[in-house]
Nanobody, 121 residues
Framework: QVQLAEFGGGLVQPGGSLRLSCAASGRILKMHDMAWYRQAPGKQRDMVARITSSGVTNYSDSVKGRFTSSRDDAKNTIYLQMNNLKPADTAVYYC???????????????WGQGTQVTVSS
């Protein structure tokens, strides 16, 4: 079993910045692809950033140039640096991880509990 814990959400003014972190704990052999999703009320949960085990990232068009994802495998942690935040970024942000538990290579997927990000003046 793996737990994902997100931190760093809060209230910020437009143009401000926040850094989210997601720390995985439990029985982990290797962290594979990890990602950040967000979901606003009444809307679908969408991926905003993804980072592979080798550090390759991709972003949704709405956040390109403003958000940066990174990872620290020694800490089983990923980060999402969010700059120039806009009201449209307001959502619950969720951490996602594909986790390898054994040398067999089987992956299991996990979600964090979510952290609220509110961008408002």
């Amino acid at each position: 079993q793996v737990q994902l814990a997100e931190f760093g959400g809060g209230l910020v003014q437009p143009g401000g910045s926040l850094r989210l972190s997601c720390a995985a704990s439990g029985r982990i052999l290797k962290m594979h692809d990890m990602a950040w999703y967000r979901q606003a009320p009444g809307k679908q949960r969408d991926m905003v950033a993804r980072i592979t085990s080798s550090g390759v990232t991709n972003y949704s068009d709405s956040v390109k140039g403003r958000f940066t994802s990174s990872r620290d495998d020694a800490k089983n942690t990923i980060y999402l640096q969010m700059n120039n935040l806009k009201p449209a970024d307001t959502a619950v942000y969720y951490c996602y991880a594909d986790v390898e538990h054994s040398a067999m290579g089987t992956l299991r997927s996990y979600w964090g509990q979510g952290t609220q990000v509110t961008v408002s003046s």
